[in-house]
């Protein structure tokens, strides 16, 4: 009897610490870094408030290297963390190696598909938040062009281009779209100096709204709209109050919502493998009005868009996803 | 006709705001080079130039100040580097390198513990940044056509640091060929058992040397945080050290031809901006990477002995002793 309880106790000892295993989440921040004021930055606040609101700290991994991809996430799942939240489309290769090694660990991607049992993929349909600003960029520009520069030369990119294209010329049919990639290496997400003579050189071609999808590189992109009196439009996260007065508006991806969710779905044991599709009808991409921008945005303006963000939730007005085809219409 | 001009002078105004850095690194790698010292370091130096500018513009709100951090931390390095390969007479190259590895991983770690932004520094608006200068009479001479364009937009309308950038070289020039300091560190770089047995220091000259060679990579440096773009970003010197000092080589160590060198690359990035997804007569599509490369490619074209001939100075990378 004596020894049964014994062993009762221990049992429940056992099951009682099994359950309070701590939740030990850790992300994998890509090139750019997390302080990109843009699309890091916006994963960065989204778990940085799952730390405020639980107190559950987070692992955490800046790559600057394209090779330490696959190395940080294998570190992270073997110190067993749980979930493993890896940012950006680059990551996918490494992540699914790595989950394939770990079934029992929860993945989590943002911007990219990997089809295993124990990975999320949350990804954004960019084309229809780029259609919206394109269409404000359009309104706003006095000399009917206007440009986007991109970071690095993938589809993703250029899936915010052919939508922003798409908006423009929906908006205003002749309006000219000028477009240009920062690079074709990974370091494209963070060369400001590039970015700024890439947003120049659209203002000499006559374009006096510029919207950049480029990471890190885009906070050149808006300093140099700024030194020139011109329009930029932020990307990922609510970039207006950068530069306010010039800052038009920012097609917003709710990726800090997205990670909180990831991170939060573990914890509440709600977390489901399988692909998520965020665009404009679920909240996942959104242009940013504020303090900062409101009188740069006409009434008629933003009537506009509302009428087309209302459309395209509807299904009437199709916006072109570049990545179905590789083909842009617009462009 | 007048669009193909306006074309052309805004992508030769390109071509000067991203000439600027690589002029002042290829004349401050001349000095080093031709008193016999390799310097690889150049970015390294540049690289530090431009977190110390954004850093010091970000603190004081002068952009002066910064550019003055600027050529401090510049120099620091630089005599670190003829610390390591005049007096101890280690390999250039290696102490190049890890001048540039020092500086890649240092600005990022004191960015980070400073300002808490990953690395990066705060931006900087008003006094802290060089802001373009309108030179006079340019707006009076703007509606005549070409030459009014040629003189409000190339000429008019850089800030200070490009015209410094501009002047350095005639000041290079003077000082390398026309003054006895210039006589004597030329001489180093060739024959250093000649200026040592006329009784000159040779550590003195080449110390000298390494010395411009950071004052101009400091104005470099800050040139890129403070006056083309309004932070420091990590890395954001992105290989332009490295292009200086191709420019440098395809100029054959001279300050008039390395400019055109210089001239010449920041044409073909400016172009390769504005040509890129634009389909040109006859040629079809450029790809831009082609045209990203062509400066390495010219340099390798010139070394292997194709476009005349690049004379290396003779001492270079020979660290020197007295003869024993």
Known sequence: MKRQLLMLTAAVAFASSAAAVELKP????????????????????????????????????????????????????????????????????????????????????????????????????????????????????????????????????RRFNCGYAQGAKYAVSDVNVISNMTGSTPSAWNDPVKGGELARSQFDRGADVVFAAAGGTGVGVYQAAKDAGKYAIGVDSNQNHMHPGTMLTSMTKQVGVASYNAFKGVKEGTWQAGVSVLGLAEGGVSWAYDEHNKDLITAEMKAAVEKAQADIISGKIVVHDYMSNNECPSL | MSDFILIAISTLDATIRVSTPLILCAMAGLFSERSGIVDIGLEGKMLAGAFAAAAIAAVTGSAWLGLGAAIGVSICMALLHGFACITHKGNQVVSGLA????????????????????????????????????????????????????????????????????????????????????LRLRAVGENPQAVDTAGISVFWLRYRAVICAGLLCGIAGAYLSIAQNASFIREMSAGKGYIALAALIFGKWRPKTALLACLLFGFLEALTVRLEGVALPLIGEVPAQLMQATPYILTVVLLAGFIGKAIAPKAIGIPYSKER
């Open chain 1, 26 to 157: 850790a992300v994998v921040f890509d090139m750019g870094g997390k302080f990109d004021k843009s699309f890091n930055q916006g994963v960065y606040e989204g778990v940085e408030r799952f730390k405020k609101e639980t107190g559950i700290t987070y692992r955490e991994f800046e790559v600057t290297n394209p090779s330490q991809r696959e190395q940080a996430i294998r570190k992270m799942a073997q110190r067993e963390a749980n979930p493993v939240l890896a940012i950006g489309f680059a990551q996918a290769t490494a992540l699914e190696k790595v989950a394939k090694d770990f079934p029992g660990t929860k993945f989590s991607i943002i911007d990219a598909v990997v089809s295993l049992p124990n990975v999320q993929s949350i990804v954004f349909k960019e084309h229809e938040g780029s259609f919206l600003v394109g269409m404000l960029a359009a309104m706003k520009s006095q000399t009917k062009a206007v440009g986007f520069v991109g970071g690095m030369d993938i589809p993703l990119i």
């Open chain 2, 99 to 182: 001048i540039n590895i020092l500086a890649s991983g240092l600005t990022v770690t004191l960015g980070i513990a400073w300002f808490h932004q990953g690395g990066q520094t705060p931006l900087l608006s008003g006094d802290a940044r060089f802001f373009s200068i309108d030179l006079p009479g340019a707006l009076a001479v703007a509606d005549v056509p070409v030459l009014g364009a040629i003189y409000t937009q190339l000429i008019s309308g850089h800030n200070a640091l490009v015209y410094i950038a501009f002047m350095t070289v005639p000041v290079t020039w003077w000082l390398v060929y026309q003054t006895r300091f210039g």
